[in-house]
């Protein structure tokens, strides 16, 4: 109704009470015939609607009612009873004005009054205790929609000056004499006591709509009429309390009649045109009285929530212990529930209204207090621990996909197809209200299939053909392989579904393979996709494995089952990851093997943790239970004697579900200049662009200790930098050394430090790094850096830290390098392949050849050596020299370093000179470094190509040193000529190219069998009639060697002679061969000679018979190894027992 007419109704009723006679017109000549005053009262019983208001107005102008007030009124009430929507209770309104403007107070609205009063009052609770309970619940029932029209109705009459208070209804004279003894007047009656108190506190009488609240609210214990209170709150909230309600989210099971929407006076709209009706006094007194009973709402949902708490531990206990559901438990529990719901639901609608705040419902207990030893059910969010803490369910993000992203096969599949399956839902629904993943989008109105279309299904498996197909189906399934396969199957077995389908469908999925483990996620995936529409499936699939289950454990002693209990427990596992089986029934599997702490279950235990227990304790609705089951597990782990083995399966499947907290890692926050300066060493730096960060890190600002600070930091720790690029981190260290000497000298001294310390802590977790700070060492040599004494210093020193005297022994066990740790060996091995192929002459040599011993002594003081370590070794020596072997020996190895001792260490006057005059190479060595250190910045800052010309230099510097040594001179030279830079620079660039192309255009060549015979060279013959004189001694001297190389182009062989050094390596083992195979041609050749000419004397021998020497059965020719032609009887061959050796 609009708010200026609804104020100018209650302006003309409130003149009706003043005794104004005049407001309503009534015609003169009024109707009394019974047809249409009977009509009227009829139609004020059942037609009172928007649309027949202006009809209502006309009949009371117009008829003439005095005869028939008792009927109007008692009618007028059951109309009013009867009233649902707003637009009805405001012509409603309008009717009751017209009737109360006509008659007035004391011949209408007075009985009237009465009349809503009693329907409004709370019942009598005598009557209702002698009530059974359903007939009590239904008769509440039915007094709460009753009276939630005529609260409204009430109310609106209030506003529009129709009611005022209790104190003007008066009691109808036909209702003097009621046939209950005026039982029903009593309501009324004491709300006129009550009224006539707040008067007597107040001066003025109570409204009648807040008289009403007080007699509903007053003795409402249970908080019944909290629905009432709802609907009063919502129509009302400008009107009469004078406040704009906050928005409220509506919850599951709030009431049905909520849903409506207010119209009139409580829309949020009207209170930005008219102020409210009801005075801010008025709107006080009614808010005290709402805020009043919502505390004692608040109280009553708390101890509730905490009943149901209670409650629900309590039955999950008994779930556990059993195994199995109880039905009038739960039927019980979800009464409860459902009327939680809704008393939250109604409650926070009136909190919103009122501006209060809710109770928090939270458990403060955060888990199951039945008991220590037991494992309590919550199913509230609320109890779920942090998602961040630990690993999450699943281990990546295909195996979320697998597990979650499951296809609905009703988008695929006709829905004709499904319904078979789907009939019997509801008789399979678990009755725990179990949380499935799916829930079936069809309707119950739909679920049902005609008749026949059940007969055709039921007998479709008859058919052969179809029966075929679910042969062939099924004898897919030990072939499925992949998410993609297994929806695949799905689909496809929809299109056979029947009732005999599903039967042989959850047989073929029991029998799985032996051994084919793989196949249970992938079968767990089909059960969870079908029986969104065939619950069948997933119930005979979790029965059988749970019968199963329990005779297992009936037989506890059989050992050869073992591996049918690990499948059993495998696929209840992967079933439950799918969300299909119910709680209670993998936690009774939990319990069972609780109690009974045997290797078996222990084993048992560890496959359920391990393939199941992060998806139980991660998950929402079974986190708290899992928490106490694991709690549990350790207690009893630690209280009963276990042999090791099975304390290490429990252990392992405790860490799988739930690792041990361990402290994020925090990101260090880094200025920008420290960040470029990384990004451009650890992350950009390649061989290619060395030059390029080398005048980056140039151009920084090295005026500022910060940036000297974070260079420092880069430079000393190699480790940080990829091992293939050490290397390139010294060629920029010796670059910068020119610029910044004294910060490479620190780097320096900052990196043996490092060393030194990581021989003072030997600890494992930093021998990664030792290494690339010895590979670091061997590169900082090799670009001239450091001299060859910081090398060998350091390797004396990592081998000698620690043992007695500086020499390691066999009987003296150093806590820094014990006899099983091999690592000062692989770091000396690390060094040595690095820098020892500059140390192949002068003073340096004799060094190398010194430490050589002494490595090899201390080698064979280590236990023996693993295969890694003796590769290693060997890979070092290959580098030193190709002859170098390793020594195997503890006494040998002794020995040669004894002589090295001795050699190294002489005290004669040449021993001294020589000493002198390393002294004064290791001077001049040292003159050398700093004289090339401009050379090596400028090379390094031109082209990366210097990494080949350092070791070249280190030659020529290693031969001035002996040429120094042997001739015992100061060799003054002078400066070279200076080339250009840039031809140098396009000479590299050039060769680069070349050397590119070469390797390119071989790269695809396919490479064949070398098996081409060598070519046959003549040799010159003798002279004739003389033989050809050996002399075993070596070859005359001779400048080259001759050799012939065989190359191929196209499809023809080439030969082309080549000469070879006399000296090198391959003439000289090729001149040894001949030479062998010269001297075995000429043993054999004098044996032969010598055996005829034995022959030749036993023949001439006198005295000799034939008793005396009988013939000799070897020179005889075998008649059995004669060939096939004419000479059938060949000669025996040579054999060496015929010799002499004597």
């Known amino acids: 109704m609009d708010p200026s007419k609804k104020r100018a109704l209650r302006e003309n009723n409130l003149k009706v009470w003043a005794g104004a006679t005049d407001i309503f017109p009534v015609k003169q000549n009024q109707d009394s015939s019974l047809k249409k005053n009977t009509a009227f ?57 017209a009737l109360h ?29 002698a009530l059974a309970p359903d007939v009590k619940e239904r008769e509440e029932k039915d007094r709460l929609a009753r009276q939630r029209g005529l609260l409204r109705v009430a109310t609106e009459l ?132 709402l805020a009043r009973y919502f505390e004692d709402v608040k109280a009553h949902i708390v101890r509730d929530q905490k009943t149901l708490t209670a409650q629900n531990r309590r039955n999950a206990e008994a779930y556990v212990r059993s195994g199995e559901i109880f039905d009038d438990r739960q039927a019980n529990f979800e009464k409860q529930t459902k ?41 509230a969010g609320d109890y779920l621990k942090g998602q961040n803490d630990g690993p999450g369910i699943w281990e990546d993000e295909e195996e979320r996909r697998f597990y979650e992203n499951l296809i609905d096969v009703k988008d695929r599949v006709p829905t004709i197809l499904l319904e078979d399956g789907k009939k019997k839902k509801q008789e399979n629904e678990d009755p725990a209200g179990k949380k499935q993943d799916s829930k079936s989008p069809v309707e119950e109105s739909t679920s049902a299939p005609t008749s026949t279309d059940v007969e055709d299904l039921n007998v479709a498996i008859a058919n052969k053909s179809v029966g075929a197909q679910v042969d062939g189906l099924l004898a897919r399934l030990p072939d499925l392989h992949g998410k993609d396969s297994v929806d695949q199957f799905a689909i496809d077995f929809c299109f056979v579904n029947s009732k ?48 199963e289950f329990r005779s297992l454990q009936r037989r506890k002693s059989k050992d050869f089952l073992g591996a049918v209990r690990l499948q059993n427990i495998r696929y209840f596992a992967e079933l439950t990851k799918f969300g299909i089986v119910p709680e209670h029934v993998i936690f009774h599997c939990f319990k069972v093997c609780l109690d009974d702490l045997t290797r078996m279950n222990i084993e048992i235990l560890g496959q359920l943790m391990e393939n199941c227990g992060r998806f139980l304790l991660r998950s929402q609705d079974t986190s708290p239970r899992m928490t106490s089951f694991l709690e549990t597990l350790q207690r009893k782990k630690g209280a009963q004697h276990l042999d090791p083995r099975e304390k290490l399966i429990i252990e392992n499947a405790i860490y799988h579900v739930n690792p041990p907290e361990r402290p994020a890692i925090e990101q260090k926050e880094r200025t920008p200049m420290e960040l470029f300066i990384q990004k451009i060493i650890y992350d950009d730096l390649t061989k290619r662009n060395v030059d390029k960060v080398t005048k980056q890190i140039r151009k920084l600002h090295w005026e500022e200790q910060e940036v000297v600070s974070i260079l420092e930091k880069v430079f000393t720790r190699p480790w940080k930098v990829r091992y293939n690029n050490i290397h390139l981190l010294a060629v920029i260290l ?115 050849d010194f430490f050589v011993s002494f490595f090899q002594y201390y080698i064979n003081t280590k236990d023996k050596l693993s295969p890694d370590i003796e590769f290693a070794i060997q890979d070092a020596f290959a580098v030193i020299s190709p002859d170098l072997k390793l020594i195997d020996s503890f006494e040998e190895a002794g020995k040669e370093f004894s002589d090295a001792c001795k050699e190294n260490y002489q005290t004669t006057e040449n021993g001294k000179v020589t000493a002198e005059v390393e002294d004064l190479d290791d001077e001049s060595v040292s003159d050398e470094v700093d004289d090339d250190d401009d050379a090596v910045a400028d090379d390094a800052e031109k082209s990366s190509a210097d990494e080949l010309e350092v070791p070249d230099q280190a030659d020529d510097s290693d031969d001035s040193n002996s040429s120094e040594e042997e001739d015992e ?150 008649v059995d190894k004669a060939g096939k032609g004419r000479a059938n009887a060949r000669g025996r061959q040579l054999q060496v027992s015929d010799l002499d050796w004597t």
């Open 41 to 97: 009262i009829k139609r004020l019983r059942t037609a009172i609607s928007a649309p027949n208001v202006s009809l209502f107005l006309t009949e009371v102008a117009g008829l003439s009612l005095y005869k028939y007030m008792a009927e109007i009124i008692s009618s007028l009430y059951e109309g009013l009873q009867k009233l649902k929507t707003p637009a009805d209770i405001a012509a409603s309104v309008q009717v009751v004005s």
């Open 101 to 129: 403007q006509r008659f007035g107070p004391a011949e209408f609205t007075g009985y009237l009054g009465w009349y809503i009063g009693r329907g409004l009052s709370t019942p009598d609770k005598s009557q209702l205790k």
């Open 158 to 289: 209030w506003l529009a000056g129709v009611l005022r208070s209790l104190e003007d209804v008066v009691r109808p004279e036909s209702e003097t004499k009621d046939k209950d003894g005026g039982k029903a007047s009593e309501p009324t009656a004491k709300a006129k006591a009550a009224a006539n108190a707040a008067k007597s506190q107040t001066g003025e009488s109570d409204p009648f709509p807040l008289e009403v609240l007080k007699d509903l609210l007053g003795h409402d214990r249970d908080h019944v009429n909290l629905p009432l209170v709802v609907i009063f709150v919502k129509s009302f909230a400008w009107d009469v309390l004078g406040i704009v309600p906050r928005g409220s989210d509506r919850r599951p099971g709030a009431d049905d009649h909520d849903d409506v929407k207010i119209e009139g006076s409580s829309e949020p709209d009207a209170s930005t045109k008219e102020p409210p009706l009801a005075s801010p006094e008025l709107a006080i007194r009614f808010k005290n009285v």
């Open 339 to 379: 009327a939680q719901d809704k008393l939250i639901s109604n409650a926070q609608v009136l909190a919103d209204m009122l501006g209060e705040d809710m109770p928090d419902l939270r458990d403060k207990d955060e888990g199951p207090t039945v008991g220590e030893n037991s494992i309590g059910l919550v199913k």
């Open 500 to 547: 005999a389908s599903r039967n042989r469908l959850v047989k073929a999925l029991l029998d799985v393979p032996k051994g084919r483990v793989d196949l249970l996620p992938l079968y767990s995936r089909i059960t969870a996709i079908l029986s969104k529409y065939m619950p069948d499936i997933s119930s005979a699939m979790i029965t059988h494995l749970d019968d």
């Open 734 to 848: 010796g670059s910068i050394h020119r610029y910044h000497p004294q910060f490479a000298i620190t780097c320096v001294d900052d990196l043996l430090e490092t060393i030194f310390e990581g021989l003072e802590k030997n600890d494992v977790k930093f021998n990664q790094r030792r290494i690339a700070q010895g590979k670091y060492l061997g590169e900082l040599y090799a670009y001239r850096m450091i001299d060859s004494s910081v090398v060998f210093d350091t390797l004396f020193k990592i081998i000698a830290f620690g043992h007695e005297n500086g020499i390691p022994k066999t009987d003296f066990e150093n806590p820094w390098d014990l006899p099983t740790d091999f690592f000062r060996i692989r770091l000396v091995c690390t060094l040595l392949e690095t820098c020892a192929s500059f140390f192949a002459q002068g003073p340096a040599k004799k060094k190398l």
């Open 969 to 1118: 001179q100061i060799i003054v030279t002078r400066q070279e000529e200076e080339r250009d830079p840039e031809v140098d620079a396009d000479f590299d660039r050039e060769l680069a190219k070349l050397m590119a192309d070469s390797m390119d255009s071989r790269k695809l060549e396919r490479k064949t069998l070398f098996d081409v015979p060598l070519p046959i060279r003549r040799k010159e013959r003798e002279a004739a009639g003389e033989e050809p004189q050996f002399t075993p001694g070596p070859f005359p001297d001779a400048p080259h060697m001759k050799f012939s190389l065989l190359s191929k182009r196209g499809n023809k062989q080439l030969t082309r002679d080549i000469d070879l050094p006399a000296d090198s390596t391959f003439a000289v083992a090729m001149r040894s061969q001949q030479q062998a195979q010269k001297l075995e041609q000429k043993r054999i050749k004098d044996i032969v000679l010598n055996l005829d000419l034995r022959d030749d004397s036993t023949e001439a021998t006198d005295g000799t018979s034939l008793e005396k020497n009988p013939p000799n059965p070897y020179l005889q020719p075998r």
